[in-house]
């Protein structure tokens, strides 16, 4: 019951109060920035799903041809599945072009998710286990367990010792690329960023095992709220959430005046 109730208490925390925060925090921060919005809405794919030889081809199953061409050990069902789908792909050149209008949409669509979870971090804060002694010179004015240190201070960590690390402050300041942290956080909220990977919603050493999943979530609801309100904007101040452990809003006031179902 302890394993049973362990697993579930997870589930609702990394599952949903993290997705459901990051929804709210992203779309927030894309309303705020009409260009980025409207960036985004112009990279979906529109139209109905196309017909092969009279069966209609869903949209699912091309997204996940996509998937499956990096994966080595699909199963019979699913190499036949494949294969289906291969013989409707050279029927149909109109199919070829959907295809790969959804493989970029897909790739917009995931450095926007990627750019949100650096910028908002669902997650406020992460405890990280030393596997070493470690003595750390600063660069620049941290603080830590309360105390301001100034650059030049020497912070000592024994191995074990478990350190609480502000995500978000840490997110905005991660490296562009392969590069250092930036003490002057210039990584400004920007959804077609590609060096956006590097940030720790997920964790670092230890990622979250629902990492993909997630992040497949968030494309979905992304696509989902820009397709079906495509003029959606902010009606008022939104609401923080009082939370310690999780970023999120409380409340985030819209309109929209041709919601499209």
């Avoid at 499956?68 to 699913?78: I, N, T, W």
């Avoid at 999120?248 to 005046?257: F, I, N, W």
């Amino acid at each position: 019951d302890d394993v049973l109730l362990a697993n579930l208490i997870v589930l609702i925390f990394a599952g949903f109060e993290t997705t459901t925060g990051l929804l709210c925090m992203g779309v927030h921060e894309l309303l705020q920035r009409r260009e980025q919005w409207e960036y985004l809405h112009a990279c979906l794919v529109p139209g109905a799903e196309l017909e092969v030889d009279g069966a209609r081809v869903r949209v699912a199953d091309l997204r996940w041809s996509l998937w499956s061409e990096g994966v080595s050990a699909l199963d019979e069902h699913d190499r036949q599945r494949l294969a289906h789908l291969g013989t409707q792909l050279a029927a149909s050149p109109e199919l070829v072009a959907r295809r790969a209008a959804l493989e970029r949409q897909e790739k917009q669509l995931e450095a926007a998710v990627e750019e949100m979870l650096r910028y908002t971090a669902p997650g406020s804060v992460i405890p990280l286990a030393l596997n070493e002694d470690l003595e750390l010179v600063l660069e620049h004015e941290l603080a830590v367990d309360g105390r301001l240190c100034r650059p030049g201070e020497t912070i000592r960590f024994e191995k074990g010792q478990m350190v609480n690390v502000a995500v978000d402050e840490l997110n905005r300041r991660c490296p562009m690329g392969p590069g250092r942290f930036d003490p002057e956080a210039r990584g400004g909220f920007d959804v077609s960023r590609t060096d956006n990977k590097h940030h720790l919603s997920f964790g670092r050493a230890h990622s979250c095992i629902g990492a993909r999943l997630a992040t497949e979530n968030m494309k979905r609801a992304l696509q989902a709220v820009l397709q079906r309100f495509p003029d959606l904007e902010l009606a008022g101040q939104p609401e923080p959430q009082q939370f310690d452990l999780f970023n999120g809003l409380a409340t985030l006031p819209v309109r929209s005046r041709s919601a499209r179902r």
